[in-house]
């Protein structure tokens, strides 16, 4: 039982380059969802999913895109990178999304230059 | 911005004292999560407080939860060196299906 599984732990990108970030649990969890760290501001909700087929925004969605195609994976996909994107990236996923922790997986360091 | 509100930022004591933070929010909610993040690592959940519960205890935590002023602390009782970390709370609201974290306290606990 891996938990959340998240690849690459560290990326550089070019500013205008596309990419995804992915995102895999192994314990049948409904709810996915993706944060970015930056200093100071906490973790923002960027994108989440209520289960496959189903996904919404979050506070911070601009410049990327979600799909959940299975219950298991929740990619990140960057469609132009901007400098404005680097950051740490943490998927997190929980059974319910109303009264039960959520697991997260140990993050993405992502430099966009 | 919903996003809640942790304070101190930052908090450096000496093992054995206790260390409490706060976390305030800004709308109704379900219930209140406390999680704590080693540095570069992932956040690993503590402990959960439901809007109904106004204390609760999980080995040397102790969280309390004051819904008429909208906020929540954290107590770390007899402090150790690995307790160094970052906390957030997080709360879930309403009917909404998001997850709202706050800004996050930076504990520093000198052996």
């Known amino acids: 039982n891996a938990g959340v599984t998240q690849t690459p732990k560290f990326q550089v990108l070019k500013t205008g380059q596309s990419m995804t970030l992915q995102c895999a649990q192994d314990?049948?969890?409904?709810?996915m969802s993706w944060y970015r760290q930056d200093p100071g501001m906490g973790l923002r909700l960027i994108h989440y999913?209520?289960?496959?087929?189903?996904?919404d925004q979050g506070e911070v969605p601009n410049g990327y895109n979600v799909s959940r195609s299975t219950t298991e994976d929740f990619p990140l996909r960057l469609l132009s990178a901007a400098p404005s994107q680097t950051s740490v990236y943490f998927c997190?996923?929980?059974?319910?999304?109303?009264?039960?922790?959520?697991?997260f997986g140990q993050g993405t360091r992502l430099t966009v230059v | 911005s919903q996003q809640g509100e942790e304070d101190p930022q930052a908090l450096s004591i000496q093992e054995g004292e206790n260390a409490t933070m706060n976390c305030s929010y800004k709308?109704?909610?379900?219930?209140l999560q406390w999680y704590r993040q080693n540095s570069g690592r992932g956040l690993v959940h503590l402990i959960l407080?439901?809007?109904?519960?106004r204390e609760k205890h999980s080995g040397r935590l102790r969280v309390t939860l004051d819904t008429s002023k909208k906020s929540s602390s954290l107590l770390i009782t007899a402090s150790r060196a690995a307790d160094t970390a970052s906390y957030f709370c997080?709360?879930?609201?309403?009917?909404?299906?998001?997850?709202?974290f706050g800004t996050g306290t930076k504990l520093q606990v000198i052996p």
């Open positions: 997190a996923s929980s059974p319910d999304r109303m009264n039960t922790e959520a697991f």
């Open positions: 314990m049948n969890h409904e709810y």
């Open positions: 999913s209520v289960g496959a087929g189903i996904t």
């Open positions: 709308t109704s909610i379900n219930n």
């Open positions: 407080i439901r809007s109904n519960e």
């Open positions: 997080a709360y879930r609201s309403g009917g909404y299906q998001k997850v709202t």
